[in-house]
């Protein structure tokens, strides 16, 4: 492998290791398989975007085990190593948890009004918005619902191939992501001779 595609391949599978542990600790609360997780990425992979929050996450496991020795570990870690952190910023002060929420708020009204925007074919709105979307919110968890609405935009204003490969990148990039099926979706109905501008509803995916 190439140095890029080797960083690619790992970006992949840290994503991939975050995405299953959070499935396992929050959707799952199968908290033991979640911890397994958490571990084998900051074991594999101990400096990449998703570190500060597998430590977070790992903070709350043990301490909702009675772990305190292995949570004040993860605790200790975060204030050291990732100071400037949300989730430094959250061990630190209760309230910082109301700022986030308010946040999370206003990005999801962001997504509503550019889904809007997309539904009425203001596809350069769309655009305008999706390149913003990072500057305004750093923290993005609805990232790949944009880039799945970013996919769906070229089905409407670039080719079939493009649309595919859109499609694809979308899959790849989020392999755990509930937008990866409704990319294989749309892709499935492409390659059975769909037409490019398919109107499948994808609000609640996208």
Do not use: C, W
């Not at 009675?66 to 910023?89: F, M, P, R, V």
């Not at 790949?144 to 769906?152: H, R, S, V, Y």
């Amino acid at each position: 492998l190439t140095a890029a595609a080797k960083a690619q391949s790992d970006s992949l599978v840290t994503s991939s290791l975050y995405a299953i542990g959070r499935i396992y600790h929050v959707r799952l609360k199968a908290r033991d398989k979640a911890i397994i997780s958490f571990d084998e990425l900051l074991s594999r992979f101990p400096k990449t975007e998703h570190s500060a929050a597998a430590h977070y996450n790992l903070y709350l496991l043990h301490k909702n085990e009675g772990q305190n020795a292995k949570a004040n570990k993860s605790k200790n870690t975060i204030l050291n190593d990732y100071a400037e952190s949300k989730y430094a910023k959250l061990l630190q002060d209760a309230n910082y948890l109301k700022v986030l929420e308010q946040k999370e708020r206003e990005l999801e009204e962001y997504y509503e009004k550019t889904y809007a925007y997309f539904k009425s074919e203001n596809f350069n709105e769309v655009d305008k918005r999706q390149q913003q979307v990072n500057d305004l919110f750093p923290e993005n968890p609805l990232q790949p619902k944009f880039d799945l609405l970013g996919a769906m935009v070229i089905g409407h204003t670039g080719d079939k191939a493009a649309y595919i490969k859109a499609l694809q990148d979308v899959m790849k990039k989020h392999p755990e992501d509930e937008v990866k099926d409704k990319a294989e979706e749309i892709l499935n109905y492409l390659r059975k001779g769909g037409k490019k501008s398919n109107k499948t509803n994808s609000k609640s995916n996208a």
